[in-house]
Structure formats: structure tokens, C-alpha cells
């Protein structure tokens, strides 16, 4: 379990990691919405020059689920559907949470149908980022040891899935590579 590692100091300077990653902060999204408390904020982050939005969770290492390192979780997507992308995160984030269980990478979580209407997004595959590099998916403090992962959400198609299932992530990059796949945008045609 990734608790004891938790302490709130820990993570002194994680605001402006992310920004130095993600671009401007929009707003944060309070995990009490007045009726219930989620258990974490939900932050919108725009790098407008490379024309993404980014929405990542903020507290989601504070929960008790058992995990390598404490995580916390984001999508990118083109700039437009950031509300694609926190139905995702947390969608994600509520289901850690239910089970206790942080993700790892190269996961994947997939339902039968479409998470996102008129799509053919059925779930996510947890990354490093392609966008950002491994100095954001890491977060190591004041310290030389990361006390924090952040996974990074890419929405898949069923088909997607399970061809990861029956080969690797690894190959499911190289056909996105392949195709020039716009991984960015959740209205894109499944690669496989």
C-alpha cells in the first residue's frame, strides 16, 4: 500500500511541475460538489501552443489504494474536448477508488459499449506520456526519488483493447504510429 508515502509535504512544488508540463491552469474542480465528496479535485490545464487541454486529478494520492508509488491520473486531448476528458478521469479515478487498486502501465480498462456517445471510445489504456515525457509522469519533490506517478489515460476502442489484450501496448503504439493515428481526439476511427 502507497500510504506511507503520502505525507503532504511530499509534494510541495507539484503545481508548478505541472504547470512547467501543461501549460496554464484553468480551474480546479472541487471533490466536494456540496452533495458528496469524490475524494479529489479534477484541474484543467490548456497548453495552447501545442493545442491540448489536459484535466488531471489532485488528491487522488491521498486515497487508500494499494499502488507501486501514490498516483494521480490525466487526459490530453485536443483543445474542445476537455469534457471528454474529465468524464474520463474520473470515471477512472471513482473506479480506483471502488477498488482499491491503482493502475499500472500498459493496463487497460474497457466496457462492451461506448464510454463516450456517438464514439467508438470504449476505454482507456494507462501510459507514460507521449505528450509530456517521463520528467512529468514521475514526480520525485524536494527529493531524488519519485514519491508520485502520474498515469496518463488514452482513450481506445474495443478493437484497440483487445488487440493490446492479444499482443502489448507496445504494438498497438506501432500501429498508431503507423496509421498516424490523432490519438488527441476521441472522434477518431479505431486503428485496428
Not at 37 to 60: A, K, P, Q
Amino acid at each position: 500500500m502507497s500510504e506511507g508515502l503520502n505525507e503532504r509535504s511530499s509534494y510541495e512544488g507539484l503545481l508548478e511541475h505541472n504547470l512547467q508540463h501543461l501549460g496554464k491552469f484553468r480551474y480546479a474542480e472541487p471533490a466536494d460538489n456540496g452533495v458528496r465528496n469524490r475524494g479529489y479535485d479534477l484541474v484543467f490545464y490548456d497548453l495552447d501552443e501545442h493545442g491540448v487541454t489536459s484535466v488531471t486529478t489532485n488528491g487522488l494520492r491521498f486515497q487508500a489504494i494499494d499502488a507501486l508509488l501514490p498516483e494521480e491520473l490525466i487526459c490530453t486531448l485536443s483543445i474542445g474536448e476537455e469534457g471528454f476528458a474529465h468524464h474520463l478521469v474520473g470515471l477512472v479515478a471513482s473506479r480506483i477508488i471502488q477498488r482499491r487498486k491503482g493502475l499500472e502501465f500498459g493496463e487497460i480498462l474497457v466496457t462492451e459499449t461506448p464510454l463516450i456517445d456517438d464514439t467508438q471510445i470504449s476505454g482507456v489504456l494507462a501510459a507514460t506520456s507521449p505528450f509530456f515525457g517521463t520528467d512529468f509522469d514521475f514526480f520525485c519533490g524536494s527529493g531524488e526519488h519519485p514519491v508520485l506517478q502520474t498515469i496518463t489515460l488514452l482513450p481506445i476502442t474495443s478493437r484497440e483493447a483487445k488487440f493490446v489484450v492479444e499482443n502489448s501496448p507496445d504494438e498497438l503504439w506501432d500501429a498508431w504510429k503507423a496509421s498516424a493515428a490523432n490519438i488527441l481526439t476521441i472522434n477518431r476511427p479505431s486503428t485496428i
